[in-house]
DNA sequence: ATTACTTAGTGTAAAAATTACACACTATAT
DNA sequence: ATATAGTGTGTAATTTTTACACTAAGTAAT
């Protein structure tokens, strides 16, 4: 990424976007650049491969340096590398993004030092984006909207277990419309990956709703069937 | 690619998988390598980005540099970059795909020097690939299989002018199943994006068939619809 | 205990899309 | 004129999608 600038002929670097949920809004992670270029502007967090990872292992140290988690579905999408993207030298880029559920148990690690702070900012209030971010985040929403047609992604962004309301939410804030309740409660059960779960939600003062899971197991076995939204 | 091999801490290449249609068979575009590693091997074909191109600009002048065509509809759709992928050092790959009608008019311009020779070969028959191309190739013809049923690429691997049954044979073949005639008719004629022509096909010692063209016009109108195959 | 409030959870009918399926037509070659 | 090979077409049954509104269940306040 563009924090660290050795004087090389071109450098390979990943860049990050993680986008967030917090039950509410879709957030993505932005770092405050403490350095120049583009010093104090927000940035999409990223770094420089290393010589012995593989992208996917470096995708996964950079996710985790950067917030402390392990284990989250993570995807390559695009590789950005115009000449002039960085304006101190060839820089291309490997687009990541990966969908984290916000809140809950345990808070995201503070973030390496590179970066005067990290904050999660909803999208639909984001600031400008230094070198050609705007653009990386772009595509990678589109990605996911895309996605989570055909894949189940969205469950990445809840808790364990969930409510179907809940998970309708996310759906409709990725495709970025509203959804009929009875139509998508008939499709998302149709699909035979939901778990129902004897448990009920907590702590809400209202009737309380069945919890679910993501049968993984399940889903496993369409392989080759396809979801669609 | 790999056939040039600086002595620097990474090299960032791109490698082509060209899929060719020449109203028969699905082909791709192996080259024999003349050097070692993987000497006799066949390969894909790729070359090293340079200094001052874009990612599509090389790839572009590289699809160019193997075989004389410009204005392909090309797209990047992976990059590997496992750190035992190449004998001789870090290389990363972006991989694209692009897709050309074979036969015809002109014929390929040939080869650049690095190769032995270069060669159109059927996918249901191919031989062992140098390097993790078997990797590269398997995603790319995985990437192109998903993209048919959604964009109108199948345009390029025929003629300006054609017919529906050709059409249909290519959508077989990236398919991989038979598909129903009137049914398949029906449903790419309800797209509105095929011209009717008053023209007939020639030279054929049955029934002429109807041609047709793919209207990029209607097409790009209808930008946020979905095609679903 | 009654009431007010809030979200959960459910069914159906109409419309649209998909599937399965077979034969007559047309041009050419002999 | 006849054989041949591919073109081009319609319909009925099934499945999927869409649009739409009320009752049930639990909580909170009185």
Chains 1, 2 share one sequence.
Not at 106 to 112: C, Q
């Amino acid at each position: 990424m563009e924090q660290i600038l050795p004087h090389l002929d071109s450098v390979f670097s990943i860049d990050c976007v993680l986008f967030g949920f917090d039950g509410k809004e879709l957030k993505i992670l932005l770092i405050e650049r403490n350095e120049e270029p583009f010093k104090d502007w927000w940035a999409l967090p990223g770094n420089i491969v290393g010589a012995d990872e593989s992208l996917d292992q470096s995708a996964s140290r950079i996710l985790y340096e950067l917030t402390g988690l392990r284990g989250i579905y993570m995807e390559q999408y695009y590789a950005f590398g115009d000449p002039g993207r960085h304006p101190q030298g060839r820089v291309i880029t490997l687009a990541y993004y990966a969908l984290i559920r916000l809140g809950g148990d345990k808070e995201l690690r503070p973030i390496s030092t590179y970066a005067k702070r990290a904050n999660w900012l909803p999208i639909t209030d984001l600031p400008k984006l230094a070198f050609d971010h705007q653009k990386i985040y772009d595509k990678g929403l589109e990605k996911i909207k895309r996605r989570i047609k055909h894949q189940p992604i969205a469950f990445e962004l809840l808790p364990e277990k969930f409510t179907l309301t809940q998970l309708q939410h996310v759906y409709e804030l990725i495709l970025g419309k509203k959804l009929d309740k009875r139509n998508f409660r008939k499709k998302i059960v149709s699909f035979g990956v939901l778990k129902e779960l004897d448990e009920k939600q907590k702590g809400v003062s209202y009737r309380a709703a069945t919890l679910y899971r993501f049968d993984k197991r399940r889903y496993a076995k369409l392989f080759g069937k396809e979801i669609s939204f």
